[in-house]
T-cell receptor
Framework: DTAVSQTPKYLVTQMGNDKSIKCEQN?????MYWYKQDSKKFLKIMFS???????INETVPNRFSPKSPDKAHLNLHINSLELGDSAVYFC????????????FGPGTRLTVL | AQKITQTQPGMFVQEKEAVTLDCTYD???????LFWYKQPSSGEMIFLIY??????QNATEGRYSLNFQKARKSANLVISASQLGDSAMYFC?????????????FGDGTTLTVKP
């Protein structure tokens, strides 16, 4: 069974469109995250939710909106996509929000044309 | 100042030899966690090993060990008996629960190539 899953794995879309990436974890973890990895492989946190509550919100354009319907899911919705949004987006989860190990999903490669 | 520094953008090692990937960190949080992840060319992020700041012994997981030198703020990853499948990008990361809201900070990564 996949621990942290993301859909879709690849997403190609036009500038200006709105798209969503879904994430689910079956590890029973309380905390979930979204990371962005750019073309230079730099990995940066975007958001973190603990038990459906937003706890980390980095300086991310408000076109990005995370939604956590329950603690096993954290979806990422992106409005008005721009070329610079092209990246790999990783979902991750951990048991707590402190020092616990984060487990990553397989990533979603977003390409904005 | 960078919180996590990986000074080796690329490393080469001969198959079956050991290799050390460097990582230094900067924090004033007395409690923190250090992690290493592997990212093969297929793209997934694979957790390898964890070291807590209060752990007395160096962490080990199979062929992976973490050389933790707290006073020097270094957390180098040692891979013994390298295999071709170890060729990947390796990231060092740190979590600081008190001073950084538990955020993970990642280094820029080291690309390891294992030669046959």
């Amino acid at each position: 069974d996949t621990a942290v899953s993301q859909t879709p794995k690849y997403l190609v879309t036009q500038m200006g469109n709105d798209k969503s990436i879904k994430c689910e974890q079956n590890l029973g973890h309380d905390t979930m995250y979204w990371y962005k990895q750019d073309s230079k492989k730099f990995l940066k946190i975007m958001f973190s939710y603990n038990n459906k509550e937003l706890i980390i919100n980095e300086t991310v354009p408000n076109r990005f909106s995370p939604k956590s319907p329950d603690k096993a899911h954290l979806n990422l919705h992106i409005n008005s996509l721009e070329l610079g949004d092209s990246a790999v987006y990783f979902c991750a989860s951990s048991q707590d929000e402190a020092t616990d190990t984060q487990y990553f999903g397989p990533g979603t490669r977003l390409t904005v044309l | 100042a960078q919180k996590i520094t990986q000074t080796q953008p690329g490393m080469f090692v001969q198959e079956k030899e050991a290799v050390t990937l460097d990582c230094t960190y900067d924090t004033s949080d007395p409690s923190y966690g250090l992690f290493w992840y592997k990212q093969p060319s297929s793209g997934e992020m694979i957790f390898l090993i964890y070291q807590g700041s209060y752990d007395q012994q160096n962490a080990t997981e199979g062929r992976y060990s973490l050389n933790f030198q707290k006073a020097r703020k270094s957390a180098n990853l040692v891979i013994s008996a390298s295999q071709l499948g170890d060729s990947a990008m390796y990231f060092c990361a740190m979590r600081e629960p008190n001073t950084n809201a538990g955020k993970s900070t990642f280094g820029d990564g080291t690309t390891l190539t294992v030669k046959p």
